[in-house]
T-cell receptor
Framework: GQNIDQPTEMTATEGAIVQINCTYQTSGFNGLFWYQQHAGEAPTFLSYNVLDGLEEKGRFSSFLSRSKGYSYLLLKELQMKDSASYLCAVRGGGATNKLIFGTGTLLAVQP | EAGVVQSPRYKIIEKKQPVAFWCNPISGHNTLYWYLQNLGQGPELLIRYENEEAVDDSQLPKDRFSAERLKGVDSTLKIQPAELGDSAVYLC???????????FGQGTRLTVV
């Protein structure tokens, strides 16, 4: 089976740093994705990790450890507009090569 | 470049009525997904197409849901008959190659009353 876990909600302060964790158990592995979704809008792609390590893209970074089934999304210099749901998604491998999403982490950025 | 286009954006129907959603993926994208998203939850995969072939429909409730992707481009998702529990946002996404990111449409918000 496939299972993706991430915290339901997080709160952080404007200008601070926040780390959103994601653990997964999947049948095969062909990449991990992070998406941002504002209320009432479609998910938008943030990052993709397929090898272990850190991928940095501006204020956002994503880390992957395949041996631990673990990833995190790091958001720096938080802005009010970063308040959104952050979705962790894993693409399985082989016959189950499909994109499975976690339930999402609702991040509230406070002044 | 146009993104994934879905229509309608909103739909309100009475239970037991049929409903259909339409999706036009990004040009050249071979893979097309239909997801269902309930409030406060992540998207749940209903069906995935590679060109015109449905390669994964294990999560599609086949007694009332059906989908097609004629000519491997546009796709239609149908529910007949709709039930109250089908109220959700139906998202369509497409990608160019397996292993790359999927791009989402704005979704269709279905309300069954």
């Amino acid at each position: 089976g496939q299972n993706i876990d991430q915290p339901t909600e997080m709160t952080a302060t404007e200008g601070a740093i926040v780390q959103i964790n994601c653990t997964y158990q999947t049948s095969g592995f062909n990449g991990l994705f992070w998406y941002q979704q504002h209320a009432g809008e479609a998910p938008t792609f943030l990052s993709y990790n397929v090898l272990d390590g850190l991928e940095e893209k501006g204020r956002f970074s994503s880390f992957l450890s395949r041996s631990k089934g673990y990833s995190y999304l790091l958001l720096k210099e938080l802005q009010m507009k970063d308040s959104a749901s952050y979705l962790c998604a894993v693409r399985g491998g082989g016959a189950t090569n499909k994109l499975i999403f976690g339930t999402g982490t609702l991040l509230a950025v406070q002044p | 470049e146009a993104g994934v286009v879905q229509s309608p954006r909103y739909k309100i129907i009475e239970k037991k009525q049929p409903v259909a959603f339409w999706c036009n993926p990004i040009s050249g994208h071979n893979t097309l997904y239909w997801y269902l998203q309930n409030l406060g939850q992540g998207p749940e995969l209903l069906i995935r197409y590679e060109n015109e072939e449905a390669v994964d429909d294990s999560q599609l409730p086949k007694d009332r849901f059906s989908a097609e992707r004629l000519k491997g481009v546009d796709s239609t998702l149908k529910i007949q008959p709709a039930e109250l529990g089908d109220s959700a946002v139906y998202l369509c996404a497409s990608s160019s190659l397996t292993g790359t990111e999927a791009f989402f449409g704005q979704g269709t918000r279905l309300t069954v009353v």
